[in-house]
């Protein structure tokens, strides 16, 4: 039984981890191609709060999950598929610790323009291309994980 519900729940959270970052992906995107800075802060603000209730959570579950997983089998860490595995998780890590960091400074930024009247600005705009180009390489690593 234990077997099972440490299954479950790591499952459970891939899927959150999945499940998440392409929501916020998505959202994150359709508001910025508003180019409304009103817009973009709200889903901002939606987005960094999505990251660190369920994204998180998940992050901090499914290396105590898979580790309870593998004593419980019986594997060893050293085994490719779970090495592999690992640095796709840590590849994954490095590059959405930076993405939350920039998804807080975008919604700082949308906040200030919208505040202002203004449209969003440069530095808004940079962020944006850079928080877009790490989706890239943190999703390859997640699906090659599945």
């Known amino acids: 039984m234990l077997y099972f519900a440490l299954k479950y729940l790591h499952v459970i959270g891939a899927t959150v981890l999945f499940g998440t970052g392409a929501g916020i992906a998505f959202f994150m995107l359709i508001a910025h191609r508003t180019g409304d800075p009103i817009v973009v802060a709200a889903v901002a603000r939606i987005v960094v709060l999505a990251d660190f209730l369920f994204t998180a959570?998940?992050?901090?579950?499914?290396?105590?999950?898979?580790?309870a997983l593998v004593?419980?089998?019986?594997y060893s860490i050293r085994d490719g598929w779970i090495v592999l595995s690992t640095?796709?998780?840590l590849i994954t890590g490095a590059f959405w610790l930076?993405?939350?960091?920039?998804?807080m400074r975008m919604r700082d930024l949308a906040t200030d323009a919208a505040r202002k009247g203004q449209p969003l600005p440069r530095a808004y705009h940079r962020l944006f291309r850079t928080w877009f180009a790490f989706g890239f390489p943190a999703f390859a690593a997640v699906l090659a994980i599945f």
């Open 71 to 74: 004593q419980h089998v019986g």
């Open 87 to 89: 640095l796709l998780y």
């Open 98 to 103: 930076p993405v939350v960091w920039m998804q």
């Open 57 to 67: 959570t998940a992050v901090v579950a499914q290396p105590l999950t898979g580790l």
